[in-house]
């Protein structure tokens, strides 16, 4: 079973990405925020537990995450492969998955890993924010924000896996068919 962690920082293409991987390798997509979205609207134990943390204005505790992240894993334990898209966002995150899939007789394949300097990020930020309506795109401090906080919290995952042998860095600048064609090809050494 391929599982692939996708992983950068905002804006460096990893929904574009995903879409393609999917398509390509068949692979059920794993987003924390598709599953908040889903538990929360179902009303279900884990997404009531979620609303509650975030309506106090807190984050929503790994347990909480790992558990939604479980039930969807269990749902799709046919699936050719899993790709994990904005998950884990932490080492503690990145354990608890690896432990989580130990359980299931499954492992994470390897991460691949879009690299773009943070001025493009902020040039592809801001242009997604004119078309999509989305706030947060649209305010310079808030992306400088969301990118500072993955240089603290979420870049330490990628030396995680680096620690496995299970990273590849893939170069996220360029046409969106070239970038692909460097992730199919990081993919056919994975595998």
């Keep these: ?11 460096a293409g990893k929904g574009t990405q995903s879409e393609k991987m999917i398509e390509k390798f068949q ?15 179902e009303k279900t134990e884990l997404g009531q537990l979620a609303q509650k943390y975030m309506d106090e204005g807190n984050l929503v505790p790994d347990e909480v995450v790992i558990g ?23 080492v503690a995150q990145a354990k608890a998955l690896d432990t989580l899939l130990e359980e299931k007789d499954l492992s994470i394949s390897g991460m691949i890993a879009l690299e773009v300097d943070e ?9 997604r924010g004119k078309s999509s309506g989305r706030t947060d795109d649209q305010s310079v401090e808030k992306i400088n924000n969301r990118i500072r906080v993955y240089n603290e919290e979420t ?7 680096k620690s496995f042998d299970k990273y590849t860095a893939i170069n996220g600048v360029g046409t969106i068919d070239g970038i692909f064609g460097d992730i199919c090809t990081a993919v056919e050494k994975i595998s």
């Design 1 to 11: 079973m391929l599982n692939i962690v996708l992983f950068g920082p905002p804006g």
């Design 27 to 41: 692979l059920t997509h794993i987003s924390t925020g598709d599953l908040f979205r889903k538990n929360i609207g």
């Design 68 to 90: 939604m992240v479980d039930e969807r894993i269990k749902e799709c334990l046919d699936a050719k492969g899993f790709i994990f898209d904005g998950f884990p966002r932490t």
């Design 119 to 127: 001025d493009e990020l902020r040039t592809r930020i801001l242009e």
């Design 155 to 161: 870049l330490p995952v990628a030396q995680y896996y």
